[in-house]
């Protein structure tokens, strides 16, 4: 040995000029063969090659035919995020609202601890804070749309909104709960 690694034959490959790698141990395919998978159209009868010139950051994707996919540059998703966030975060300040109103008065009237307080009471403030878990679960899903649909680009600018507005609900709400809480207490 002279000092020169040893390389293997290379199978397939007819000269240098067919490499396009200057690391001859991995043959890269020929021009040909990269031009082999090219999208064609039929224009009488011949093979042109189809060349798109629009910049890749358009926003929008295209198939092989020129057709975006299914799915691209429609906004429902973020209408439904968005939709979904504003219910799951109206239903939870109405929860807190009614909560943080009724709280004070109540632990004036009848005392310090829950079960004191009237059966109706109870069960009303029950059910409101089951609304707040189903809220917050509501809320979770409007998230993750959210997130997805500005990700996709599937309606960026609602999803965003519904991302915002989910985010903030739960700090919002827990505010009025403990504003109005200790205000009327």
């Not at 009471?121 to 809220?135: D, E, S, V």
């Not at 979770?140 to 507005?165: E, W």
Request: hydrophobic share 45%.
């Amino acid at each position: 040995m002279t000092g020169k690694p040893h390389r293997p034959a290379l199978v397939g490959v007819d000269s240098v000029e067919d490499m396009t790698s200057p690391d001859f141990m991995y043959p890269q395919p020929t021009d040909d063969e990269l031009a082999a998978q090219q999208p064609y159209t039929t224009t009488l009868g011949s093979h042109a090659h189809v060349v798109d010139h629009t910049p890749a950051s358009s926003g929008t994707e295209t198939d092989h035919d020129g057709t975006p996919p299914a799915g691209a540059n429609r906004p429902r998703l973020g209408k439904v995020a968005m939709v979904v966030a504003i219910i799951a975060a109206g239903l939870s300040l109405i929860a807190s609202f009614v909560l943080g109103l009724t709280l004070g008065p109540m632990e004036i009237e009848y005392g310090y601890y829950f079960t004191d307080t009237p059966s109706w009471y109870r069960n009303l403030a029950i059910a409101l804070f089951g609304l707040q878990a189903l809220c917050t679960a509501i809320g979770i899903t409007g998230l993750i749309m959210g997130i997805v649909s500005a990700a996709t680009g599937r309606g960026r600018t609602q999803g965003i909104i519904a991302v915002a507005i989910t985010v903030l609900a739960p700090f919002v709400s827990f505010a009025i709960f403990m504003i109005l809480g200790f205000a009327f207490a």
